[in-house]
């Protein structure tokens, strides 16, 4: 706690806002065995939120940043008495806590960044409207546990590599990151169907 508390002391605080785009889908799909089940991914491809930094001496920092995406994804299928298909969405927020090391420059700095980041699911929700073969209109329903859900909360690690611009006001910062997470958050009892745990992510971080 006392070395907590002694950070400002020779270290400076910066905020801002990154964001991004995917470079890998949120879940990984096999080909079904049958026609029985299909999925579909429809994830919107953004990544945004708040970031702060501590800068410490040497060309030390730690960030802190909590990041949202939008999950999303269909799936359909029929039996002899009935098809049907469901819709299903979710809000993914990500709170990574880094170590980075900056390498010396004026107008530029090349860096590296690793460490632990924690994910958290709200408003899970799955539409689902069932066909019946012998009877005549649609059956709805809603739920907030999907079949597929396993859990709403995991961890990973986090390594990332990028280039710090400085501008007259701002500083950007693209980077390229990889989190790989310990667990799938969905995955269906066919196993064609689950949360990719490899994730790739191109960001862009506007600091001041």
Do not use: C
Request: aromatic share 14%; net charge neutral.
């Amino acid at each position: 706690m006392l070395l907590l508390l002694s950070f400002p002391a020779f270290g400076q605080f910066v905020f801002g806002v990154k964001g991004g785009v995917p470079l890998s889908d949120a879940f990984d799909i096999a080909r079904a065995p049958s026609p029985a089940r299909e999925f579909s991914s429809a994830t919107r491809w953004y990544t945004i939120g708040p970031t702060a930094e501590l800068r410490l001496p040497f060309g030390l920092g730690i960030e802190f940043d909590a990041l949202y995406k939008r999950l999303s994804y269909t799936s359909s299928g029929s039996t002899a008495s009935l098809s049907f298909h469901s819709g299903t969405t979710a809000n993914s927020w990500e709170f990574p806590l880094l170590l980075k090391y900056r390498a010396p420059g004026i107008l530029a700095r090349p860096f590296v960044l690793g460490g632990v980041s924690f994910h958290r699911l709200s408003d899970v929700k799955q539409f689902t409207v069932e066909t019946f073969q012998t009877v005549t209109g649609d059956r709805k329903s809603t739920t907030s546990d999907p079949a597929e859900l396993r859990d709403k909360s995991g961890q990973g690690f986090v390594l990332g590599a990028g280039l710090e611009l400085h501008a007259p006001v701002i500083r950007i910062s693209p980077e390229i990151r990889y989190t790989r997470w310990g667990s799938e958050n969905f995955l269906d009892s066919l196993n064609i169907f689950r949360s990719n745990r490899d994730q790739w992510e191109f960001l862009i971080g506007l600091t001041f």
